[in-house]
């Protein structure tokens, strides 16, 4: 039996007296794409932080591959295998397209301390980069400035920059947040041509593309899980249906 | 088309490349014509230049601004003086010793203060001089706080090379001419490029599994030891070490050489301290108050809006 990619056991983490992650345990299949939705402060982001590392929880573990990483750092999770998107776009604004694509190709070689070849000769991890951003539509932004870049370019950008590190687990916190239409059917589109090769745990308030990825769905209200399951059922849910979904639902 | 042709002339005069060539072609018309006076102070330029080149390092590609440069620099030149006293006079010798005791006094000072960020960063950094500073004005054995002078010049390779001003000079300027390669090297390195996006953001960098702590803390390091050198050659410019040398208006002029050369250009700080070491020399010799026209220097640079000397003078070309 092999273990979930990501496995998390009662994990629970407190502001004050606000209780933000209120008990989750939750496992992520080697293959699942898992979709956390919940409203506004739910404690979606946090959770997202903590998987990453970037948020220490006061209780439970994190366990990736079977492996407990809560006492690890960020830059060691991901080297584990762990990409993260974030919720409001980080980008290498004084970088170009091109660098921040092939900074995230760097970090998949593993190490920084390369003293005397010059980036720019480092033809193989620039094509690398250069074929991640061909594939989220960004192929002629190359030299742009990333900080000049439009929101939904960013957005893309930062997809590029998860793909290019071949991840194991890649960690989505509203990728498709402020991007048009059109753009959001492209990215969920890609997101979901990687279906398969890729884990997701992707955090989305747009109801279509999370009903198009998802294998499961998690549903967090107030720090808690209130319910998980596969998306027919978090459909038919009727007290999801009216705390969350709302009439509209699809 | 003058204009052009004036502003390709500025652009050419301010390349850093050009600054050192500049300092090299005066050593060599001082030591054609006998100007010792010149010969001192283009050695004097080429040494604080190469501190202050170490420091753009740390600064403006690491993004730490430290304001305790001058301890690397100090703890270089007692290395030279210490191992002088214990019969060490090689130069060969004394340089990689020189930097490896600066690199060695910025690695757990480093490790510390790296913990910090920003104002906090700053101050530690200055925290950790001073204490250099008042460590080695107790070390009565070296002069405590009045310095000692050095028993006599290094020699080379056995050979009393350096009893030559004229050789000394050459030693600095090649020196600030290796350093700037090197740095300029690792700087279009993976190293200098995983530097910058972590001066940028920081979080990015550390989630795509680059330790940033650990990069800038051998970026810091790395500084700390070229500046090592620095003060090693002062010392044998000198033959006088004392702990003045790590005094904090020192680690502020050499921060003023890095923002006037412009800190986001590694070698502008070249030209930076060629010009505090100029204005020094020549208002300092008129008056006391010198710092006043190094003030007025900065205040120039700012209100010309132009975020730089090099731009200053760009603009005045134009
Ligand atoms: N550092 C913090 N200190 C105190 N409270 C915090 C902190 N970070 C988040 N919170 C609170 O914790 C709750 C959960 O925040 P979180 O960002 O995880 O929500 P979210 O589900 O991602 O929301 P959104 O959909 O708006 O992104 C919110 O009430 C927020 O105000
Ligand atoms: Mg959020």
């Known amino acids: ?250 | 088309m003058t204009r052009a042709l004036a502003r390709r002339v500025a652009a050419l005069l301010l390349h850093p490349a050009t600054a050192i060539v500049g300092l090299a072609l005066a050593v060599a018309l001082a030591e054609a014509f006998g100007w010792n006076f010149a010969v001192t102070l283009a050695t004097r330029a080429a040494i604080l230049a190469l501190a202050a080149l170490s420091l753009s390092f740390v600064i403006g590609q690491g993004g730490m601004v430290s304001f305790g440069h001058a301890a690397p620099f100090g703890i270089g030149a007692y290395a030279v003086l210490i191992a002088g006293e214990y019969g060490i006079r090689e130069v060969s010798l004394l340089l990689p010793l020189a930097f490896l005791a600066a690199a060695a006094f910025a690695v757990p000072t480093g490790a510390l203060a790296l913990r910090t960020r920003g104002v906090y960063f700053i101050m530690i950094t200055l925290a950790f001089a001073q204490m250099a500073y008042f460590v080695f004005a107790a070390l009565s054995a070296f002069g405590g706080d009045d310095g000692m002078g050095l028993a006599g010049r290094a020699t080379f390779a056995g050979a009393r090379f350096l009893r030559s001003d004229g050789n000394l000079a050459w030693l600095s300027v090649g020196l600030l001419a290796a350093a700037a390669w090197v740095l300029h090297r690792v700087v279009a390195a993976r190293f200098g490029f995983v530097l910058r996006a972590a001066r940028d953001d920081e979080a990015r960098v550390s989630a795509l599994g680059f330790s940033v702590y650990r990069t800038r803390l051998v970026a810091y390091a790395l500084g700390a030891g070229i500046a090592g050198l620095a003060g090693a050659l002062l010392a044998e410019q000198t033959a006088f070490v004392s702990p003045a040398l790590m005094n904090w208006h020192r680690s502020g002029e050499l921060i003023v050489m890095v923002v006037l050369g412009g800190s986001g250009r590694l070698a502008g700080a070249v030209l930076g301290a060629i010009a505090v070491v100029l204005v020094e020399e020549f208002l300092g010799g008129v008056t006391e108050y010198w710092k006043l026209g190094l003030g007025l220097l900065i205040l120039a640079v700012v209100m010309s809006r132009a975020i730089d000397l090099r731009a200053l003078l760009a603009r005045i070309a134009r």
């Open chain 1, 1 to 250: 039996m092999t273990a979930p990619i990501l496995r998390l056991d009662d994990l629970c983490k407190h502001y004050g007296a606000l209780p933000v992650t209120d008990h989750v345990s939750l496992e992520v299949g080697r293959h699942e794409i898992h979709a956390v939705i919940g409203p506004n402060g739910a404690g979606k982001s946090t959770l997202v932080g903590e998987i990453a590392g970037s948020i220490v929880p006061d209780h439970g573990r994190v366990l990736i591959d079977g492996e407990d990483v809560t006492g690890e750092s960020v830059a060691a999770r991901a080297r584990r295998g762990l990409a993260r998107v974030f919720q409001t776009s980080r980008v290498i604004k004084d970088f170009s397209t091109l660098d921040n694509a092939l900074l995230a190709a760097i970090a998949t070689d593993g190490t920084a301390f390369r003293f005397l070849t010059p980036v720019a000769g480092e033809t193989a991890t620039r094509e690398r980069a250069r074929a991640a951003l061909d594939r989220v539509g960004l192929a002629d932004r190359g030299d742009v400035l990333a900080g000049r870049l439009a929101h939904g370019e960013k957005r893309a950008l930062e997809l590029a920059m998860g793909l290019v590190q071949a991840p194991r687990l890649l960690l989505l916190d509203e990728p498709m947040a402020g991007t048009g239409r059109e753009e959001t059917e492209r990215l969920t589109e890609l997101l979901a041509s990687l279906a398969g090769e890729v884990a997701m745990l992707i955090v989305e308030h747009d109801m279509a593309t999370v009903f198009r990825l998802a294998d499961r769905i998690t549903v967090l209200i107030g720090g808690a899980v209130a319910i998980c399951g596969t998306p027919a059922e978090i459909r038919a849910d009727p007290t999801v249906r009216s705390a969350y979904l709302g009439e509209g639902a699809p």
